[in-house]
């Protein structure tokens, strides 16, 4: 009855549309068979509604071929979490209310009508994430005699996508486009690939930024439990990998420069004060790429580990600096303070200097100098290089008593005949106050070379600990470089290797 019913309309719009074509040639205006089948079966669908799906049983399914042409990546949107795509939609789908006999139409197999005159599928964007209420723009429908419709509009999405940015700059970044009808299950109008099971990158305009590494689509169907109506979806999925070109120039680089430079630090000597100012200048400069790096990449929970990478920099930078200041203050301790403790010199000198072959080095040195200062004083004073001590300054008084002693009595001997004794006495107490400003000047003499003995052992003591005190200076500023280049090659490893 319906479709007798459906005849019999069309015969009557059919005569209608004659009558119209011939009051059009009476007043002289030229109407196309197009034209006329357009309007019958716009009017058809006036008639009936484009309400309801457009098929001739309830329980008949509208299949709907679904496809996606990508144009342009418009934008990846880090910090919002929005991709922007130029795409165009591809729906096919059979409308039974456009149906038309070619031969009574002037052979027309196939017209263009409005999108908003006819019924649409509602496949949507699920993960839609625009403030607009319409992306796409208003295309014309390409309809077929046998009811087969094509609609190709073109559309600006925005959809939500989670990005990492751990590996920043050197990451791959995962998004999904899912469509689906908005409102009926699979038995009214179900979505299946209109081609393979991608979309199409004919006419993609390649992006300066990204690249495309993995296209690849699936259909899915999910039931819930409160119903048993099955409700597919396609899901789109792109795998995006930057371009790493310009962010090697003005991040990369930079920083590898930078670290580079940051091992100068260690070479500069302890006392010097541009390793301090070396070091600040260093730290001011991996802050600038800090701020660089924190607008390039969006405000999110996770940091990516060229920025963790740069805060370790700033901190082993930092405590390089810190320990230059104590390096440089071990460098002169040893002149204002007392001897290292035990332990330190055990750990420092002891064993840390030796494997890093830092005490023969510094310890040897000294040791060479001390050696031609030795050398020099036996040959100025003898193969004797005691310094005047107590025994012999004794042993040189004695002898020059009993010579003079023996040089007395012998004179006393030879003019004890024709001198009187008074003149002997005379000579006697003269002779015994020569011997004691003798014995006098002897114990200046080596009370003196004492003095000098015990200030050049201060001296030897005092040059010893600032010698120890050096060692360990350089021990440390070993252990620092040690640590910082471990620490460089660690990070290398776990932003490069593991990525």
């Given at each position: 009855m319906i479709a007798e019913d459906e005849n019999k309309t069309d015969q009557i719009q059919t005569k209608q549309c004659r009558t119209r074509?011939?009051?059009?040639?009476?007043?002289?205006?030229?109407?196309?068979?197009?034209?006329?089948?357009?309007?019958?079966?716009?009017?058809?669908?006036?008639?009936?509604?484009?309400?309801g799906r457009p098929v001739l049983n309830t329980s008949e399914t509208v299949t709907v071929n679904f496809d996606l042409s990508l144009i342009q990546i418009v934008d990846?949107?880090?910090?919002?979490?929005?991709?922007?795509?130029?795409?165009?939609?591809?729906?096919?789908?059979?409308?039974?209310l456009l149906k038309w006999d070619p031969e009574e139409h002037g052979n027309i197999s196939n017209i263009r009508v409005p999108s908003d005159r006819i019924w649409l599928p509602d496949i949507l964007l699920y993960n839609f994430a625009d403030t607009r209420l319409k992306e796409q723009r208003e295309a014309l429908v390409v309809v077929n005699y046998t009811g087969g419709t094509l609609w190709m509009p073109q559309a600006i999405l925005k959809s939500s996508c989670f990005f990492d940015i751990t590996f920043f700059p050197f990451d791959d970044q995962e998004c999904k486009l899912k469509f689906g009808s908005w409102t009926y299950d699979g038995f009214k109008v179900d979505v299946v690939f209109r081609s393979a099971p991608k979309m199409d990158l004919n006419d993609y305009m390649l992006s300066n930024e990204w690249d495309i590494m993995e296209n690849v689509a699936v259909r899915n169907v999910r039931k819930y439990a409160c119903c048993p109506e099955p409700y597919p979806d396609l899901t789109f999925?792109?795998?995006?990998?930057?371009?790493?070109?310009?962010?090697?120039?003005?991040?990369?680089?930079?920083?590898?420069?930078?670290?580079?430079?940051?091992?100068?630090?260690?070479?500069?000597?302890?006392?010097?004060?541009?390793?301090?100012?070396?070091?600040?200048?260093?730290?001011?400069?991996?802050?600038?790429?800090?701020?660089?790096?924190?607008?390039?990449?969006?405000?999110?929970?996770?940091?990516?580990?060229?920025?963790?990478?740069?805060?370790?920099?700033?901190?082993?930078?930092?405590?390089s600096t810190v320990f230059a200041c104590v390096v440089a203050n071990m460098f002169?301790?040893?002149?204002?303070?007392h001897r290292a403790p035990y332990w330190?010199?055990?750990?420092?000198?002891?064993?840390?200097?030796?494997?890093?072959?830092?005490?023969?080095?510094?310890?040897?040195?000294?040791?060479?100098?001390?050696?031609?200062?030795?050398?020099?004083?036996?040959?100025?004073t003898g193969e004797n290089n005691k310094k005047?001590?107590?025994?012999?300054?004794?042993?040189?008084?004695?002898?020059?008593?009993?010579?003079?002693?023996?040089?007395?009595?012998?004179?006393?001997?030879?003019?004890?005949?024709?001198?009187?004794?008074?003149?002997?006495?005379?000579?006697?107490?003269?002779?015994?106050?020569?011997?004691?400003?003798?014995?006098?000047?002897?114990?200046?003499?080596?009370?003196?070379?004492?003095?000098?003995?015990?200030?050049?052992?201060?001296?030897?003591?005092?040059?010893?600990?600032?010698?120890?005190?050096?060692?360990?200076?350089?021990?440390?500023?070993?252990?620092f470089f040690i640590v910082y280049v471990l620490v460089n090659v660690i990070g290398v490893l776990v932003i490069f290797v593991r990525k």
């Open positions: 074509v011939s009051a059009a040639f009476n007043h002289n205006l030229p109407v196309s068979e197009e034209k006329l089948l357009v309007k019958r079966l716009l009017d058809r669908y006036a008639r009936l509604g484009k309400i990846v949107d880090e910090k919002n979490q929005v991709l922007v795509t130029n795409i165009w939609y591809n729906y096919v789908w059979t409308d039974h999925r792109l795998r995006l990998r930057r371009k790493v070109a310009f962010y090697s120039f003005i991040l990369i680089l930079p920083c590898a420069l930078l670290s580079l430079l940051t091992l100068v630090i260690f070479w500069v000597p302890p006392e010097s004060p541009a390793k301090l100012q070396l070091g600040m200048n260093i730290f001011v400069a991996f802050f600038l790429l800090l701020l660089l790096l924190a607008e390039s990449v969006p405000h999110a929970a996770t940091v990516p580990l060229i920025g963790a990478y740069f805060c370790l920099s700033m901190v082993m930078i930092t405590l002169f301790r040893g002149v204002r303070v330190l010199r055990a750990v420092m000198i002891d064993g840390i200097a030796r494997v890093l072959f830092l005490r023969d080095q510094v310890m040897d040195k000294n040791h060479k100098e001390q050696s031609k200062m030795r050398n020099w004083n036996v040959k100025v005047f001590p107590a025994a012999d300054a004794k042993f040189a008084k004695v002898r020059l008593l009993e010579n003079k002693d023996e040089k007395m009595s012998a004179s006393s001997d030879t003019l004890e005949p024709s001198v009187p004794d008074t003149v002997i006495e005379q000579h006697d107490d003269r002779q015994s106050l020569m011997r004691s400003a003798i014995l006098e000047e002897v114990k200046a003499i080596r009370e003196m070379l004492d003095k000098v003995q015990e200030k050049k052992m201060k001296l030897e003591e005092r040059e010893k600990l600032v010698r120890e005190w050096r060692v360990i200076a350089c021990v440390t500023d070993r252990l």
